[in-house]
């Protein structure tokens, strides 16, 4: 039975299944369109896999030692934190999440500044200009419409700049994606949602979240077109971005894609997943784990010898090392920080309360 | 600088004809599009309606729907693309259509226009003016007439402005639209059609200054926007009754301006906060608490505010009970202990 579906409508809709290139037991699908990436471009996927995973484990074991306020673990999501930065452009914006550490790090931003508002020194720790990487934003879904704003801006000032936007499954029950979606369609904004459905809101799952049969379906409404891809198929996920960034920047508009991912790892360090998941679906998950499949594919196709093997997996215990190593003593703080930044020129007001902060601060180390 | 004003002037010889705040709001706005090419201006209905209340009229038509442009009905999605757009170096200017409507904004507003810059040490300046209709007086039905300030002045990052005359509302907003920083701009909407006859200049005090609006010897009446008129009609008022009132127009609600209004009440010894907004948790709690620890020793009395009543905002018919008169502004000036100074005033 066919179902009728105005034309329209059908240039929007996602497919009924995922799309995937490299299953999860390493062996490539039936799929080809989109098409596989080169691969140099899949040994990149798998190289910033490993290395991000290694970083993400690291981050992690920093929270045990105290280094680390708190952090939250993409693990098992890195096909698309690394898939999608390396579908951007030089001259692109990456509007992440809290979550998107490795993404935020694969587009080359330092791991210790990055790390600054985990660490607790600063909210911020990197210039965004830099690597075209705005800040980690916390409150769910409020990058969306900072990412249609820049995308719009472009255009306005004629330039080839496409914004991508990291989202999770939450992140759509809130009001800010609904009108991110919608504006962005109305102004044909050059922006990539990129919605990484890890399965949970921290204890919440999917299924209480929305009744949809797939967050993919949101666009519709908004007349985007969406597409639902495996977000475990680094392949896969890099090449619908890439697709999507290719439309945006030639006048297409926006794209919604969901990538199908699972967060391995609880919310945060200070969250107990036991509570609310079992095992059993974890194992399934750790089944069709990103970097495995990906490892298998190259090197069933020889694309991926032992000795690469093995200097990929050295790059990422230096890189971890190097992160130890910078991170053991706390970074110098300068309390002036805390006025220098609130307005273009510190009020009267603000001066007089920094003169404060120091007399104090004068008066503790004479009575010391 | 010139205003719309004087363009018009140059084609006539006549006099300057009186100007409305409305419209020295929609020659600032003009005039910032003109000189600066990053500015635009977008909002609900400020396109080819110009606005519910005309600020914007014929902006689009004369700027192009590149510079001026209608959005979708969402509050968030304006304040948050116009961050977005300034991150990309464009400077928004954007209307929100009532004080209430603003609401559905607020995250976007406290959460990241007040704190990018200081989230990025200054890397990320949002150089952006939320232009916000606000206060009572016009009998709107619910919803049209919240007195919103203290919401965005208990924010730090922002600046809060807001202009009691036709000439000051050209001068600020153009002030405004220069200052780096994100500009919460509160238009006293009861007073959009109070014309002055004046020139429009972006010259005079700067955007972090209160003037005195009146000089006067007895007693300062404090007060911003919509009831600047209102205090300057008591202080005629006051004089028939004995007392010389001086009437300070704070212009900038956050950051304070410390220097003008301390020296005047240190000056007159006596003070009364004017505001609509209700009494409690106000914003004249901050200014009566601030010139209360800077001048307590050249207070005859204790400062007193006349606000609004604790209370949602009033449906039209019964407003008038809620805003400041001139009656409850007189009756406030008596109760500042006189008596002590017997030669000072009214027996």
């Given at each position: 039975?066919?179902?009728?579906?105005?034309?329209?409508?059908?240039?929007?809709?996602?497919?009924?299944?995922?799309?995937?290139?490299?299953a999860?037991?390493?062996?490539?699908?039936?799929?080809?369109?989109?098409?596989l990436?080169?691969?140099?471009?899949?040994?990149?996927?798998?190289?910033g896999?490993?290395?991000?995973r290694?970083?993400?484990?690291?981050?992690?074991?920093?929270?045990?030692?105290?280094?680390?306020?708190?952090?939250?673990?993409?693990?098992?999501q890195?096909?698309?934190?690394?898939?999608?930065?390396?579908?951007?452009?030089?001259?692109?914006?990456l509007?992440?999440t809290?979550?998107?550490?490795?993404a935020?790090?694969?587009?080359?931003?330092?791991?210790?500044?990055?790390?600054?508002?985990?660490?607790?020194?600063?909210?911020?720790?990197?210039?965004?200009?830099?690597?075209?990487v705005?800040?980690?934003?916390?409150?769910?879904?409020?990058?969306?419409l900072?990412?249609?704003g820049?995308?719009?801006?472009?255009?306005?000032?004629?330039e080839d700049?496409?914004?991508?936007?990291?989202?999770?499954?939450?992140?759509?029950?809130?009001?800010?994606t609904?009108?991110?979606?919608?504006v962005?369609?109305?102004?044909?904004a050059?922006?990539v949602?990129?919605?990484?459905?890890?399965?949970?809101a921290?204890?919440?799952?999917?299924?209480?979240?929305?009744?949809?049969?797939?967050?993919?379906?949101?666009?519709?409404?908004?007349?985007?077109?969406?597409?639902?891809?495996?977000?475990n198929?680094?392949?896969?996920v890099h090449a619908?971005?890439?697709a999507?960034?290719?439309?945006?920047?030639?006048g297409?508009g926006?794209?919604?894609?969901?990538?199908?991912?699972?967060?391995?790892?609880?919310?945060?360090?200070?969250d107990?997943?036991?509570?609310?998941?079992?095992?059993?679906?974890?194992?399934?998950?750790?089944?069709?784990?990103?970097?495995?499949?990906?490892?298998?594919?190259?090197?069933?196709?020889?694309?991926?010898d032992?000795?690469?093997?093995?200097a990929i997996e050295?790059?990422?215990?230096?890189?971890?090392?190097?992160?130890?190593?910078?991170?053991?003593?706390?970074?110098?703080?300068?309390?002036?920080d805390?006025?220098?930044?609130?307005y273009?020129?510190a009020?009267p007001?603000?001066?007089a309360?920094?003169?404060l902060?120091?007399?104090?601060?004068?008066?503790?180390?004479?009575?010391? | 600088?010139?205003?719309?004003?004087?363009?018009?002037?140059?084609?006539s010889?006549?006099?300057?004809p009186?100007?409305?705040?409305?419209g020295?709001?929609?020659?600032?706005?003009?005039?910032?599009?003109?000189?600066?090419?990053?500015?635009?201006?977008?909002?609900?209905?400020?396109?080819?309606?110009?606005?519910?209340?005309?600020?914007?009229?014929?902006?689009?038509?004369?700027?192009?729907?590149?510079r001026?442009?209608?959005t979708?009905l969402?509050?968030?999605?304006?304040?948050?693309?116009?961050?977005?757009?300034?991150m990309?170096?464009?400077?928004?200017?954007?209307?929100?259509?009532?004080?209430?409507?603003?609401?559905?904004?607020?995250?976007?507003?406290?959460?990241h226009?007040?704190?990018m810059?200081?989230?990025?040490?200054?890397s990320?300046?949002l150089?952006?003016?939320?232009?916000?209709?606000?206060g009572g007086g016009?009998?709107?039905?619910?919803?049209?007439?919240?007195?919103?300030?203290?919401?965005?002045?208990a924010?730090?990052?922002?600046?809060?402005?807001?202009?009691?005359?036709?000439?000051?509302?050209y001068?600020?907003?153009?002030?405004?639209?220069?200052?780096p920083?994100p500009?919460?701009f509160?238009?006293?909407?009861?007073r959009y059609?109070?014309?002055?006859?004046?020139?429009?200049?972006?010259?005079?005090?700067?955007?972090?200054?209160?003037?005195?609006?009146?000089?006067?010897?007895?007693?300062?009446l404090?007060?911003?926007?919509?009831?600047?008129?209102?205090?300057?009609?008591?202080?005629?008022?006051?004089?028939?009754?004995?007392?010389?009132?001086?009437?300070?127009?704070?212009?900038?609600?956050?950051?304070?301006?410390?220097a003008?209004?301390?020296?005047?009440?240190?000056?007159?010894?006596?003070?009364?906060?004017?505001?609509?907004?209700?009494?409690f948790?106000?914003?004249?709690?901050?200014?009566v608490?601030?010139?209360?620890?800077q001048?307590?020793?050249?207070?005859?009395?204790?400062?007193l505010?006349?606000?609004?009543?604790d209370?949602?905002?009033?449906?039209p018919?019964?407003?008038?009970?809620?805003?400041?008169?001139?009656d409850?502004?007189?009756?406030?000036?008596a109760?500042?202990?006189?008596?002590?100074?017997?030669?000072?005033g009214?027996?």
């Amino acid at each position: 039975m066919t179902t009728a579906v105005p034309p329209a409508v059908a240039g929007l809709l996602p497919t009924a299944n995922p799309v995937g290139l490299i299953a999860p037991d390493g062996t490539r699908t039936g799929c080809d369109d989109p098409s596989l990436p080169d691969v140099d471009i899949l040994r990149e996927l798998y190289r910033g896999m490993v290395v991000g995973r290694r970083l993400d484990a690291q981050c992690t074991a920093l929270t045990k030692q105290g280094r680390l306020a708190v952090y939250p673990s993409s693990r098992g999501q890195e096909a698309c934190e690394v898939g999608a930065v390396l579908a951007l452009r030089d001259q692109d914006w990456l509007f992440p999440t809290y979550r998107d550490s490795v993404a935020v790090l694969q587009r080359g931003v330092d791991p210790v500044e990055a790390l600054s508002l985990l660490r607790g020194d600063w909210h911020c720790g990197y210039d965004p200009y830099r690597h075209r990487v705005a800040p980690q934003c916390t409150p769910l879904a409020t990058n969306a419409l900072h990412a249609v704003g820049l995308a719009c801006a472009a255009v306005l000032k004629g330039e080839d700049t496409v914004a991508l936007v990291l989202l999770g499954d939450g992140a759509t029950s809130e009001g800010d994606t609904s009108e991110a979606l919608n504006v962005a369609g109305v102004r044909r904004a050059p922006v990539v949602f990129l919605v990484q459905n890890n399965g949970y809101a921290i204890s919440v799952p999917l299924a209480k979240q929305t009744a949809a049969p797939a967050l993919a379906y949101r666009g519709v409404g908004y007349g985007l077109p969406s597409v639902l891809v495996d977000g475990n198929d680094a392949a896969a996920v890099h090449a619908v971005v890439r697709a999507a960034v290719d439309r945006a920047a030639t006048g297409g508009g926006p794209t919604l894609i969901e990538a199908l991912t699972y967060r391995v790892e609880p919310h945060t360090n200070a969250d107990d997943a036991g509570r609310y998941r079992d095992e059993a679906e974890v194992a399934y998950w750790l089944q069709r784990d990103p970097i495995v499949r990906l490892g298998a594919y190259l090197r069933t196709t020889g694309a991926l010898d032992p000795a690469a093997q093995a200097a990929i997996e050295a790059e990422a215990e230096a890189a971890a090392a190097d992160l130890r190593a910078r991170t053991a003593e706390d970074a110098p703080l300068d309390v002036d920080d805390l006025f220098a930044f609130v307005y273009a020129d510190a009020p009267p007001t603000l001066l007089a309360q920094r003169a404060l902060l120091h007399a104090e601060l004068a008066d503790g180390e004479a009575g010391g | 600088m010139t205003g719309v004003l004087e363009r018009r002037a140059e084609g006539s010889a006549g006099p300057t004809p009186p100007v409305t705040m409305a419209g020295a709001l929609n020659a600032a706005l003009a005039d910032s599009l003109a000189a600066d090419d990053r500015v635009v201006v977008f909002g609900e209905d400020v396109g080819v309606l110009g606005g519910v209340f005309r600020v914007t009229d014929g902006l689009a038509r004369r700027f192009g729907e590149n510079r001026v442009f209608d959005t979708p009905l969402a509050e968030s999605a304006i304040v948050g693309t116009a961050i977005g757009m300034a991150m990309n170096g464009l400077v928004p200017v954007v209307e929100m259509q009532f004080d209430a409507f603003a609401y559905p904004a607020f995250e976007q507003v406290v959460s990241h226009l007040a704190k990018m810059r200081n989230r990025t040490r200054g890397s990320v300046q949002l150089p952006i003016v939320i232009r916000i209709p606000y206060g009572g007086g016009i009998g709107g039905v619910e919803h049209h007439s919240d007195s919103s300030e203290a919401y965005y002045t208990a924010t730090p990052g922002l600046r809060v402005v807001t202009p009691g005359t036709p000439a000051d509302a050209y001068r600020l907003l153009r002030q405004a639209i220069s200052c780096p920083d994100p500009v919460v701009f509160l238009e006293p909407k009861r007073r959009y059609w109070a014309k002055e006859t004046t020139s429009l200049s972006v010259d005079g005090p700067g955007i972090d200054r209160a003037v005195i609006r009146r000089s006067g010897r007895d007693v300062t009446l404090i007060t911003y926007g919509g009831t600047v008129a209102t205090a300057l009609d008591t202080a005629e008022a006051a004089g028939g009754e004995g007392w010389d009132v001086e009437v300070v127009d704070l212009r900038s609600l956050a950051p304070f301006d410390d220097a003008t209004v301390t020296e005047s009440v240190r000056r007159t010894g006596r003070a009364v906060v004017v505001h609509e907004a209700p009494s409690f948790g106000g914003y004249g709690a901050e200014v009566v608490a601030r010139l209360t620890e800077q001048c307590f020793h050249h207070l005859e009395a204790p400062i007193l505010r006349v606000a609004g009543f604790d209370i949602p905002y009033p449906p039209p018919k019964l407003e008038q009970h809620h805003l400041p008169s001139v009656d409850r502004i007189l009756d406030a000036i008596a109760r500042l202990q006189w008596d002590d100074r017997p030669e000072v005033g009214r027996a």
